[in-house]
Every structure is written in structure tokens, then in C-alpha cells.
């Protein structure tokens, strides 16, 4: 059991109890080695996977993982027992935007600082396919500095809970800072609605009251989808504008986020230094308790946003939810190329190695080999999935055939040959030269709310 003083992992000394909820409490704590402050979430495993609330922790870490950004929460470890997952974040120390809003309204050129940082944070958050759907003042942290930082990904979703419509459709939120397309039900582009809920934080950081007010829900909700709202007049006229723009109930012409960073309210004084990703690596700790059929998907698919965080050394996050056994024997890989050119290096290998290729519908390519191993011929299935329009994961995995085989097929033939492609195998460390410019994560400090 935690309690302040007891030493977690060998590595953090934990403080006092900040917050807690029904499945995680969260920690003030010290790094033994280096003495730098944290916090820490302790998230019971039972608790969650009785409530079926594992798929939401993984996509936490995932999310936290993918969106490294100065003016986001970061997550710095994730480490785990039999009982217990823990999640190392930044200790961020300055309290919620929300308390500076509830004194009164904030002056222009700071009220304009804390947007600038927002919309940078989910300018990047929606680079990488990441969708907060919960930002308002309470989400909004500020460090000893002043500086913005997004918490709470608890609500948020990624690129791959889009339907085939391309749209979200899971109604969730704060009901006044909620987008009208989100009300609807009918779905809604969850970068538009972000944009809409950063309108409203403007509105209310210039104006010290929220823009859509009712006692009564279903009343506010129809200002919300009429856009009905009107700026106090003590706000610079340029800044109503951009308002306007954003609060348009119409998501097809509301002011898209490269748009806000070019209007010239915006720009003043804009530190864009301050914007640049910060590149770093969440670490992983779990306690110790031949002839080849070669199938390839063309198109890549929506990545499962818990394979994302596999790639690096020493975070393949698999022992933290499920017992360790030789069932998957799988290697992945980043590629910086286009998912064209991973196909074709593919092809190209398929073919070196003698397979017949043989395509098939819905975008695969089979090779297929022509001499039997010692349990039947040697299949493995590769799959690509997009990260970003400029990142790819391919996943390869044995299929049929003899695992040794399979290995040693991997090891001298295939890892060799696609070296030109691949920016890092799983559990290896990327080329420097190939570093990325970013870093990138999504779920809530579970059910936890702060004093």
C-alpha cells in the first residue's frame, strides 16, 4: 500500500496524496536519483479490468506518449506490478487556468498568451491525429512560469475512432464548452469541435463569464447551436472578430487552426520558439514477477493507438496488461517513407527471395513461397499502419511455419534488406541522424480530482 515516505520501485519517494477517485490516486513524489519532483498516478489493476476500463488506460498511454509539446502534461514513465500500474507525470504546480478565470476576467495581452499556447499545444495534438474533446479552464494547467499545459486526455480520441464516415460520433464534453455538431449526434470532425471549445476559453478568459448561460440545459444547448452569444464590449474589436469566427455554429466554415495562427490578434507577440516540440522518450518498467508466404497490405490502416508506444527500446508496454508467453512472434518497425514505398521495398523483397506475387483484393499482395520447411512453409503477414502522412508502423509477424525459421529468416534476410526503410526496429534505439521533430500521446487522470 502507498503512504508518503515508501520508496516505489526502488526509484520515487512518494509525498502527499494530491487527489484520488475510484480507480487511481495520484502522488506527489521525488525522483531518489535526481531529485526532480513528479507526480504520480497509482491506477489498480483489478479495479479497472473489472470495470472493463483497460482499452481506456492503454489509449492514455498512448496518447501521453504521442503528444510530447512544452504546453502539454507529460508523461515520463509508465511502470507496473501484478496489482498496480503507475504513470510518472510532470508535477505541474501553478493550479488551473480555472482559478485565475473564477477572480475575474484576465487582461488582454495575458488572455492572448495562455490562447497562443492553447492553440499551439492543439495545433500539435491534431498533427498527430490526437482530439482532446474536453478542453476548458479546468484542463488547462499552469506551471511556476506561467506557462500553459494541457491535462486530462481522459475524454479524448485518436485518428482510428473515426467511422468510415470519418467522423466521431461519441457525444462527450463539458455541456459549455461542447461544439454544436457534437449535440447533434449525427457526428462531427473532432479537430472543428477543438477549435470551438478553445473559442469558448477565449470568450471567457476576455470576458471572466462563459459566452452560452442557462439554468436550463436544453435552452443552452440551443444558444450553443445558434451561436447565440454576445462579446462585452470592453473586448478589443479584433479579438471579437476571431471569436465570431470561431464560435460559427457551421463547422464547414468555422476558422480553421492555421487560420487563427495567422490573424494578426493572434500574432502579437506570438514566442514561437516557445511552440517547438521538445523530443523525449517515455521509459517502461515492469516488475520481474527459408520459402516464405509474405502478405502485404497496400493501404495502410488507422494505427491502434497502443501499438504506437511499442516502437521504442524498452517500451513494449505488452507486460503491463497481459501475462508474458511466445504467442506473437512479431517484429515492428517505424518507417519515415511513404506507405508506397514501403510496398514496393516489400515487393522487391518478395521477389529477391523467389515468392510468387500474386495480388488479391482488397489491397494485398501475396507472395507465396514454393518449398516446404520443417512445418509447412514459412508465412508471415505485414501490415502497415499510418502514424502520421510522413510515419508508418509495419508489423511482421509469423503466420504459419516454424518459429526458428521464421527467425533466422528474419534476422539474415529480411531485417538486412530493409534497413533503407526503416527509421527503428522495436526495442532499438532510432539512428540519430533520423531523429524525428517530435514526440507525441491519451486518457484521464482517471476519475481523479484535484483538491
Known amino acids: 500500500m502507498e503512504k508518503k515516505g515508501s520508496i516505489l520501485m526502488q526509484r520515487y519517494e512518494l509525498g502527499k496524496l494530491l487527489g484520488q477517485g475510484t480507480f487511481a490516486k495520484v502522488y506527489h513524489a521525488r525522483d531518489i536519483k535526481t531529485g526532480a519532483t513528479v507526480a504520480i498516478k497509482v491506477i489498480n489493476k483489478k479495479k479497472i479490468l473489472k470495470v472493463d476500463l483497460m482499452d481506456q488506460i492503454k489509449r492514455e ?75 476548458k479552464p479546468e484542463n488547462l494547467l499552469l506551471d511556476e512560469n506561467g506557462n500553459l499545459k494541457i491535462s486530462d486526455f481522459g475524454l479524448s480520441a485518436l485518428a482510428e475512432s473515426k467511422r468510415q464516415d470519418g467522423l466521431l460520433h461519441t457525444t462527450c464534453g463539458t455541456p459549455a464548452y461542447v461544439a454544436p455538431e457534437v449535440i447533434n449526434g449525427r457526428g462531427y470532425d473532432g479537430a472543428k469541435a477543438d477549435i470551438w471549445s478553445c473559442g469558448v476559453i477565449l470568450f471567457v478568459l476576455l470576458s471572466g463569464y462563459l459566452p452560452f448561460r442557462d439554468s436550463n440545459l436544453m435552452e443552452m444547448y440551443k444558444k450553443i447551436g445558434k451561436a447565440e452569444f454576445k462579446c462585452p464590449n470592453w473586448i478589443n474589436p479584433d479579438a471579437r472578430r476571431l471569436i465570431s469566427k470561431i464560435l460559427d455554429p457551421n463547422p ?15 500574432r502579437r507577440g506570438f514566442n514561437k520558439s516557445r511552440s517547438n516540440i521538445e523530443c523525449g522518450k517515455v521509459k517502461e518498467v515492469v516488475d520481474a514477477d527459408a520459402t516464405v508466404d509474405l502478405t502485404v497490405e497496400i493501404e495502410p490502416v488507422n494505427l491502434n493507438a497502443f501499438e504506437i508506444i511499442s516502437l521504442s527500446a524498452g517500451f513494449d508496454l505488452s507486460g503491463l496488461f497481459e501475462e508474458s508467453d511466445d504467442r506473437k512472434k512479431e517484429c515492428k518497425f517505424m518507417s519515415n517513407q511513404s506507405a508506397k514505398t514501403i510496398v514496393s521495398k516489400l515487393e522487391e523483397l518478395g521477389k529477391r527471395l523467389k515468392m510468387k506475387v500474386a495480388k488479391k483484393n482488397g489491397g494485398l499482395v501475396k507472395f507465396e513461397g514454393t518449398k516446404q520447411g520443417r512445418k509447412g512453409v514459412v508465412c508471415i503477414d505485414a501490415e502497415i499502419f499510418e502514424v502520421s502522412p510522413n510515419y508508418h508502423l509495419v508489423e511482421m509477424k509469423k503466420s504459419n511455419g516454424d518459429t526458428l525459421e521464421y527467425q533466422k529468416l528474419m534476422k539474415q534476410e529480411i531485417r538486412p534488406s530493409l534497413k533503407d526503410i526503416v527509421w527503428t526496429w522495436q526495442g532499438e534505439e532510432p539512428r540519430p541522424e533520423q531523429l524525428p521533430e517530435f514526440q507525441t500521446s491519451d486518457v484521464p487522470l482517471l476519475d481523479v480530482e484535484l483538491p
Open 252 to 266: 464547414n466554415t468555422r476558422i480553421s487552426i492555421s487560420k487563427i495562427m495567422q490573424n494578426s490578434w493572434f
Open 61 to 135: 498511454i498512448s496518447v501521453m506518449s504521442l503528444v510530447r509539446h512544452p504546453n502539454i502534461v507529460q508523461l515520463y514513465e509508465v511502470m507496473a506490478t501484478k496489482e498496480k500500474i503507475y504513470f510518472v507525470i510532470e508535477y505541474v504546480k501553478g493550479g488551473e487556468l480555472f482559478n485565475k478565470v473564477a477572480k475575474g476576467k484576465l487582461k488582454e495581452d495575458a488572455a492572448r498568451k495562455y490562447f497562443q499556447q492553447l492553440i499551439s499545444a492543439v495545433d500539435f495534438c491534431h498533427s498527430r491525429g490526437v482530439y482532446h474533446r474536453d478542453l
